[in-house]
């Protein structure tokens, strides 16, 4: 069986190609240097010639409030661009399974929690990060488009806040977990007396550690086969607040914590419901705490090598 990785060296994509190599599949990842994925002809081209049993969508054009907020037409363009030309590309080649990956911002701001798949769509969104919500939601439509119109077996997984290795930890375009650990390792190295935070740290907030999300992707190939996106997450929240103070004590800081509360914070809370998935038989394994330690022993290790996406 041969895998397409798309995204192949990000967060996401890195994590699903260690797993499949593992495990012994015949992997071809994707990145900037092997396709142009904005190039329709290109990405029609490589698949026809790669024939995959499966592709994986793990590219995107992702990263946090700011730099949503500041460029949503970049954020929904790319991601349409993208997803459109590797769903055309699966077509032509007649590839078997596909897998589109999108992310939990597509629900409502304020969903019920816990956020059950059939939610999507039933109220206004989080305006921060909207037109990539809006392209993710296009993702999971056409996929439904394909399968009802060519009975393609695509499926479409829906991961809460990601982490760990090869993150991205710049400051102005990283998710919060990364750009946390990144400025308490700084401050804790430069020994400052004080970290200031965005926000008042009260919003809730689901993690999961990439090397999970690989293992469910590697279930949902073989048992998921729905037009209904699925949610994939722990089921465990916490508060911006204790997020901090678990990544400060790991990372050994003792100064204070400030909080700007003049900063945007994004939505209130956000926790999936993951029954549908549970009952595939997959379960995280990694801890918080522990893939947290880990990728900050990775960012540490990295850093100093000059390996680290600032």
């Not at 949503?68 to 459109?84: A, G, K, R, S």
Request: hydrophobic fraction near 40%.
């Amino acid at each position: 069986m041969t895998i397409v990785v798309a995204g192949s060296t990000g967060l996401v994509g890195s994590a699903i190609v260690r797993l499949f190599e593992k495990k012994g599949f015949q992997t071809v990842g994707i990145n900037r240097s092997v396709v142009d994925l904005f190039d329709k002809e290109a990405t029609s081209n490589f698949i026809l010639e790669t024939k995959p049993t499966v592709i994986i969508d793990a590219a995107a054009r992702v990263g946090g409030i700011a730099v949503n907020d500041q460029h949503p037409v970049e954020f929904l363009t790319d991601n349409l661009l993208i997803q459109n030309n590797l769903m055309h590309a699966a077509h032509n080649a007649e590839v078997p399974k596909f897998v589109f990956l999108g992310s939990s911002c597509i629900y409502p701001r304020d969903a019920a929690q816990p956020i059950k798949e059939e939610y999507l769509m039933t109220g206004p969104l989080e305006k921060t990060n909207s037109a990539y919500a809006i392209a993710k939601i296009a993702g999971i439509e056409l996929v439904n488009s394909y399968r009802k119109e060519f009975g393609h077996k695509w499926i479409s997984l829906m991961p809460t806040n990601l982490y760990g290795p090869k993150d991205n930890f710049n400051l102005e375009s990283s998710h919060v977990l990364p750009a946390l650990i990144r400025k308490f390792v700084e401050a804790t190295n430069e020994n400052q007396s004080s970290v200031t935070l965005w926000g008042s740290g009260n919003p809730r907030r689901e993690f999961l550690h990439v090397d999970d999300l690989a293992i469910a992707i590697e279930i949902s190939l073989e048992k998921y086969d729905s037009e209904l996106h699925m949610n994939v997450g722990s089921g465990e929240d916490l508060t911006i607040q204790e997020l901090a103070s678990v990544i400060s004590e790991l990372t050994g800081f003792k100064g204070e914590i400030l909080w700007d509360t003049s900063r945007s914070e994004g939505t209130p809370r956000k926790v999936l419901d993951v029954q549908r998935i549970q009952k595939l038989g997959w379960t995280p394994k990694i801890s918080l705490r522990d893939g947290i330690q880990s990728t900050i022993d990775w960012y540490k290790e990295n850093s100093e090598i000059g390996l680290v996406r600032k």
